[in-house]
């Protein structure tokens, strides 16, 4: 009886917005009379991060500090149509919308600004302080808080801006499948190294090594937390979770988390990753959305590092214990396939 | 965990020089989320709230004869018990608000139930507890009905009827076929010229979304007659849209308040809670909560799906694969839900970010007598990169590769011709196979180190749309009535020839552009550098379409000038792109919405009337009754 290693690789792409489009966004900007940029919107805060993602977005465009931004989301009675965060859809869909939204809204402090400094709005910047000036004159400024009181109480204009951004329909081709699903994918290739124990059929994630193409890292810590925890996603589905264990026979379905098996904490493993960045044309600043693929990658690799540990194919998920030794009973023992790539 | 930022990989497409872009905000909502005091949909206090707790089927598909409530009615603290009946509009499919699919599901059941756990009654109490006791004292006669659970066992004749809107316990798409088909070439000739052919089958058991946050909603009388929901949605204006649909009411009246979720992952996108606690709300008019618990949220809320997947290669030597078939099945379950969709999602994506010249698929929407399935991260998508990235490294052995090789080899490149016959652009599968070898010192060949996304891509049969084997197989009913197997060209159906690029639309993958000038942000400033990374003109010619002004050459130059260099192999014989006129039919029309043909085997008479109706009356851009206009004014087939 023995531990046997065993390393296995995947790589897969993956379709960024709702398939075939028809999914519109909204959003909607307005300045404060002191300057400070509301974004309201009717996107979903999961826990991915669009309020955050969509507030760097918002003050990029604007040209203004981030901590003058906020981001309001969800209330239909304040927040324009969004179809969902869903579809790897959020910071494409409404990232686009909003960068909209804030270019109208910047052409109106651009124009506000021109008023009180009597030049073409043309020839004004921001520098993403707070102030604007003059292009290659940067003692001719005004602050943002300035015109934004000017523009209010003196000049009666709106600092404000709409965005929408739909990607029309496709038809679906009835015989030959033909359709635009998307216009952008996501990539990833990854590496497992793992254990399999040939006497209780135990598999133990050891090393994960990652490579993400992400468009764009539009926030680097938040693409991380999604790639981090989206990879071990990615492992409790390969290795334990089910809620048919018998599929399809529907006997025994766990119903709390005594039952349905997760990894914990203590059961994180090192993940090195390598972020790519080769940004797509119609995204906002490139960027992809890595929250839906990060999973993907790791059920094969770790089903291909199990037959490289010990010659057992594990078609079927969750790759239980049971499954893996009855794997290397049927074949007489295990059979190491010995290092790949060395 | 560690990450490192390959910024030298497609640097000449990029500008990081931002001021906030990039960097490492700190999010706005932490403060919030770490000291526990932000708002999710649940801390939001009512006094005097009503708790709701559903009668549900112990049974996998009965018939209900009758329910007894009485006694569950005089309970102390029960409030008000809801049957199907109370629901205005009670049967809905979800996509219908975009206009995709029948509607085929209950609120609550009312003469059938088609899954463990499907709910009949909501009791509403004045504690959860006094709700539960009511719930244990309604009395349900079930007459017991067969029952089929598996996806396959389920298109056979003898199968049980799951959901009566779609007798032939498969997804009508296009209302002609009972699968969503996908045609690229010819694989049966391709099959027949291939050295090696590597077959597998890959089956993903269902799971769960497990959000630390269990689905549900609150609904509180508003002043002005209306209706404020706090809710976990991932869809707000989904959500709203049901709800309407369903309560019969006008949006007007509905105010909804979500954003600030404790993790969806997909499943909650499905708008179950809204509808029943808003009607609640209206029944009692009083605060009415409506939250799963952690049992509830395992068996009865829709999980991720059990997908089959079978994949059959034809490899050559060299391991370029030059033909993949698939044959698909997602367990939607005893409603349509979101699986419809995924089908033709997965059908997208089909066949991975490989480039195959000759590629086949049947992907079914299967009904069966569990609890519907929903969303999920990676939907319609992670079974099937399973499958396909299993299968690769079988295609690796059978042909003695290194399996990030034959990745490489295969991989789509910019230029490429992908299936659903749109040219692959932005590829990046290449860079990042070799990015994660040469950090684990995974050793490649000098080629496969050497290879770009950027070069080599739509040279000769990879860069066009190759003339097309079709067929008319799997019209609705017909695999019941006649058994016929599931894998594409399985049967002795008509078969067309479309020819070489051949493209029925031409739809854009891009957005509309800005409704004003003003709304359109300067390229320079959004980060994209190099002619690659420049923005389309907003719905300018779509140069993805395959009438792009790239040359399409006749199809033998197309398939024997592929020149051996540039991906590190040989074309594929000329013989097999050769296939004698005379066994081909011309190309037949695309059949009519509702062919004449179209068998009524297995279909009940009032189905049929019903289906007819749905045809004839709901056509693109007409507006359907109960279909609320929030998100899409045109139909989906």
New interface residues.
């Given amino acids: 009886m023995a531990i046997h290693h065993g390393r296995g690789f995947a790589s897969i792409n993956y379709p960024i917005g709702m398939n075939l489009g028809g999914d519109p966004s909204q959003a909607l900007v307005h300045s404060t009379p002191d300057g400070k940029f509301k974004v309201t919107l009717s996107s979903i805060d999961l826990g991915q991060g669009i309020k955050s993602v969509g507030r760097q977005l918002a003050a990029e465009t604007l040209g203004v500090p981030v901590e003058d931004v906020f981001v309001d989301t969800a209330d239909s009675d304040t927040g324009p149509h969004d179809m969902g965060s869903f579809a790897s859809r959020g910071t494409h869909r409404m990232g686009n919308a909003i960068i909209r939204a804030a270019t109208e809204a910047r052409a109106q402090l651009l124009e506000a600004a021109a008023e009180e400094l009597e030049v073409d709005a043309s020839d004004l910047v921001t520098d993403g302080r707070g102030n604007i000036h003059v292009r290659g004159a940067p003692s001719r400024s005004i602050s943002v808080e300035a015109t934004a009181t000017a523009a209010q109480f003196n000049q009666g204009r709106t600092l404000a801006g709409r965005g929408i951004f739909l990607v029309p329909l496709s038809e679906v081709d009835s015989v030959t499948g033909e359709m635009t699903p998307v216009s952008s994918f996501a990539h990833a290739a990854l590496i497992i190294d793992l254990t399999v124990d040939d006497e209780t059929g135990e598999v133990e994630v050891q090393n994960i090594n990652s490579a993400y193409e992400v468009g764009r890292a539009l926030n680097p810590r938040l693409v991380e937390q999604q790639l981090i925890g989206g990879a071990w996603m990615g492992v409790s589905h390969a290795l334990y979770e089910t809620t048919e264990p018998n599929y399809p026979e529907r006997s025994h379905g766990p119903i709390d988390f005594n039952h349905y098996l997760q990894p914990g904490p203590g059961d994180t493993v090192p993940h090195h990753i390598s972020v790519l960045e080769r940004p797509a044309p119609d995204a906002p600043f490139g960027g992809k959305g890595p929250g839906e693929m990060c999973a993907n990658p790791v059920l094969p690799a770790i089903a291909n590092a199990v037959f490289n540990a010990v010659g057992v194919e594990c078609d079927s998920l969750p790759i239980t214990p049971e499954k893996v030794l009855r794997g290397i009973r049927a074949n007489g023992g295990a059979r190491p396939q010995g290092r790949p790539g060395a | 965990?560690?990450?490192?930022?390959?910024?030298d990989?497609?640097a000449d497409?990029?500008s990081d020089d931002?001021?906030?872009?990039?960097?490492?905000?700190?999010?706005?909502?932490i403060l919030g989320h770490v000291t526990g005091r932000s708002k999710f949909y649940d801390d939001h206090a009512f006094d005097g709230l009503l708790h709701m707790r559903c009668v549900r089927s112990p049974h996998?598909h009965a018939r209900i004869r009758s329910v007894d409530s009485s006694a569950a009615e005089r309970q102390g603290g029960v409030v008000r018990v809801l049957g199907g009946r109370d629901v205005p509009v009670n049967t809905n499919t979800l996509l219908s608000l975009?206009n995709f699919g029948r509607d085929d599901e209950p609120l609550l059941a009312t003469d059938k139930v088609g899954y463990?756990g499907q709910p009949i009654l909501a009791v509403v109490a004045t504690s959860v507890r006094a709700a539960q006791e009511a719930v244990d004292a309604v009395k349900v006669d079930y007459e017991e009905l067969p029952h089929v659970?598996?996806?396959e066992e389920a298109l056979k004749p003898e199968a049980p009827i799951v959901n009566e809107e779609y007798p032939n316990n498969s997804f009508d798409?296009?209302d002609?076929?009972d699968h969503?088909?996908?045609?690229?070439g010819d694989v049966e000739t391709a099959f027949s010229k291939a050295d090696h052919i590597v077959e597998?089958?890959?089956?993903?058991?269902?799971?769960?979304q497990?959000p630390i946050e269990t689905c549900g909603a609150i609904a509180a009388p508003e002043t002005n007659d209306r209706i404020t929901v706090h809710t976990s949605?991932?869809?707000?204006?989904?959500s709203?849209g049901v709800t309407a649909k369903q309560l019969d009411v006008s949006s007007a009246r509905?105010?909804?308040?979500?954003?600030?979720?404790?993790?969806?992952?997909?499943g909650?996108?499905d708008s179950h809670h809204e509808p029943l606690a808003a009607l609640a709300c209206l029944a009692t008019g009083k605060p009415v909560k409506y939250m799963w618990d952690?049992?509830e949220e395992?068996?009865v809320g829709g999980?991720r799906g059990?997908e089959r997947w079978r994949i059959k290669d034809g490899v050559m030597r060299d391991g370029r694969i030059i033909a993949r078939a698939f044959t698909g099945f997602f367990?939607a379950g005893a409603y349509t839900r979101l699986s419809s969709?995924a089908v033709?999602?997965s059908?997208?994506?089909l066949p991975?970010?490989y480039s195959i010249p000759n590629v086949a698929?049947n992907v079914y929407c299967v009904f069966?007598n569990?609890t519907p399935s929903t969303?999920m991260?990676?939907?319609?998508?992670?079974a099937v990169?399973?499958a396909?990235?299993?299968h690769?490294?079988k295609v690796a052995r059978a042909v003695g590769m290194?399996?990030?090789e034959l990745?490489i080899l295969n991989?789509?490149r910019d230029g490429d011709m992908k299936?659903?016959?749109?040219e692959a652009?932005?590829?990046?599968?290449i860079?990042?196979?070799q990015?994660?070898?040469q950090?684990?010192?995974?050793?490649?060949s000098a080629d496969a180190a050497r290879a770009s996304?950027k070069s080599g891509g739509g040279v000769g049969a990879l860069g066009v749309i190759p003339e097309?084997v079709?067929d008319?197989e799997g019209r609705i009913g017909e695999r019941r009535r006649s058994g016929l197997a599931p894998e594409p060209f399985s049967g002795q159906g008509t078969r067309?020839l479309?020819p070489e690029g051949?493209?029925?639309?031409n739809?854009?993958?891009?957005?509309?552009a800005?409704?004003?000038e003003?709304?359109?942000?300067e390229i320079e400033?959004?980060?994209?550098i190099g002619a690659?990374?420049?923005?389309?003109t907003p719905q300018g010619p779509m140069d993805?379409?395959a009438s792009s002004a790239r040359p399409i050459a006749p199809s033998e130059t197309a398939h024997t000038t592929h020149p051996a260099g540039a991906r590190g192999g040989p074309s594929l014989p000329a013989a097999y792109t050769q296939r004698p006129a005379s066994t081909i039919n011309q190309p037949f029309a695309?059949?009519p919405a509702q062919a004449p043909g179209t068998p009524a085997a297995q279909q009940p008479a009032a189905a049929e009337a019903e289906s007819e109706s749905a045809t004839t009356h709901f056509q693109r851009g007409v507006r359907r009754p109960g279909v609320s206009r929030?998100?899409?004014g045109?139909r989906?087939?």
């Fill in positions: 965990m560690n990450a490192e930022y390959r910024k990989l497609f497409e990029r931002f001021d906030i872009i990039g960097k490492p905000v700190i999010r706005q909502d996998h975009i463990v659970l598996d996806v798409y296009f002609t076929y969503q088909k996908l045609r690229f597998g089958e890959y089956q993903m058991s269902p799971i769960e497990a949605t991932q869809a707000l204006f989904f709203v509905l105010h909804f308040i979500g954003g600030t979720v404790g993790g969806g992952f997909g909650k996108v952690r049992a395992m068996q999980p059990g367990d969709y033709q999602k059908t997208g994506h991975g970010p698929s069966t569990r969303a991260r990676g939907f319609g998508i992670t990169d399973f396909i990235e299993r690769m490294d290194d399996p990030i990745r991989a789509y299936a659903h016959r749109r652009k932005n590829c990046a599968l860079e990042s196979c990015a994660v070898a950090k684990t010192g995974w050793r490649l996304s097309t079709t008319d067309g479309l051949h493209s029925s639309n739809s854009s993958a891009f957005g509309n800005p409704q004003r003003d709304m359109e942000a400033r959004l980060g994209f690659a990374g420049v923005p389309p993805e379409t695309q059949p929030f998100i899409s045109s989906r087939r």
